[in-house]
Nanobody, 125 residues
């Protein structure tokens, strides 16, 4: 029903920027709550940011003021603009989607049914 394909990852030095994209393919006209997650080596996957159907965004404290989530509804693309990157941002980044995500559940991976394959972000000091 929904396929997600991430792109835009890479290797940058601390202080640099990257923009991740997530192309959304779907066989339905339904719109989805979208999220970005990341998983560093040996750690659990964590929610980073989300954007709901009305464009309301959420961020974890570690990325507030540095990351911006947005979406282009016409092109069905989700973005994550990452500025002032830090070595601790190094991780595999995933986009995720679900029809409804309520309240604080936006940061839980169990709240999303659809996932992309991930794109690697590496930040060197």
């Amino acid at each position: 029903e929904v396929q997600l394909v991430e792109s835009g990852g890479g290797s940058v030095q601390a202080g640099g920027s990257l923009r991740l994209s997530c192309a959304v393919s779907r066989t339905t006209n339904k719109r989805f709550h979208m999220g970005w997650f990341r998983q560093a080596g040996g750690k659990e996957r964590e929610g980073v940011a989300s954007i709901d159907l009305d464009g309301v965004t959420n961020y974890i404290d570690a990325v507030k003021g540095r990351f911006t989530v947005s979406k282009d509804n016409d092109k069905n693309i989700l973005y994550l603009q990452m500025n002032n990157l830090k070595p601790e941002d190094t991780a595999m980044y995933y986009c995720a989607a679900n029809l409804y995500v309520f309240g604080d559940r936006w940061s839980l991976d169990s709240a999303y049914a659809y996932w992309g394959q991930g794109t690697q972000v590496s930040v060197s000091s």
